[in-house]
């Protein structure tokens, strides 16, 4: 299970998905697969009504070229509403501990189909996990 950590630290790496200031940066479809990634191994994972509304939210995003990125807010605002107050909370001290260990120096610009490969398999794992989540 801890395969995908070493690619979820890269591409929060190369997609700023720290947040800065109120709007999120990077791709919204690898935000929103970094957060049931790191809520499911959280004391506050989706619960089986919440996981599987992800389910559906993912499967979408993962459809969408990188390039689409009004359509991939749109499902990542529909991920954002189906969380709790205490999985927000969890998501916003993962964030705060990513901006400690990475600082806010230059990142370096990222091969484009390198990205795209990682946001694929990033997704399907978040999937993957869903899916496994939902069986237990």
């Known amino acids: 299970m801890r395969g995908w950590v070493p690619v979820v630290v890269l591409v929060a790496l190369l997609l700023g998905c720290a947040r800065g200031g109120t709007e999120p ?17 959280s004391p506050a994972p989706l619960s089986r009504q919440q996981a599987q509304r992800a389910l559906g939210i993912l ?42 260990r990475v600082g806010g120096g230059p990142r370096p610009s990222p091969d484009p189909q390198r990205l795209a490969e990682l946001r694929r ?10 899916r496994a989540s939902g069986r237990s």
């Not at 940066?25 to 191994?41: E, H, K, M, T």
């Open 25 to 41: 940066r990077g791709d919204p479809a690898v935000r929103v697969a970094l957060a049931v990634l790191v809520l499911q191994r």
């Open 121 to 130: 398999r990033l997704l399907d794992r978040a999937i993957q996990v869903l």
């Open 59 to 100: 499967q979408a995003l993962r459809e969408l070229k990188p390039e689409e990125r009004e359509a991939a807010r749109s499902l990542a605002s529909q991920f954002d509403a189906l969380l709790t107050a205490s999985q927000r909370e969890v998501l916003r001290s993962a964030r705060e501990r990513l901006r400690e």
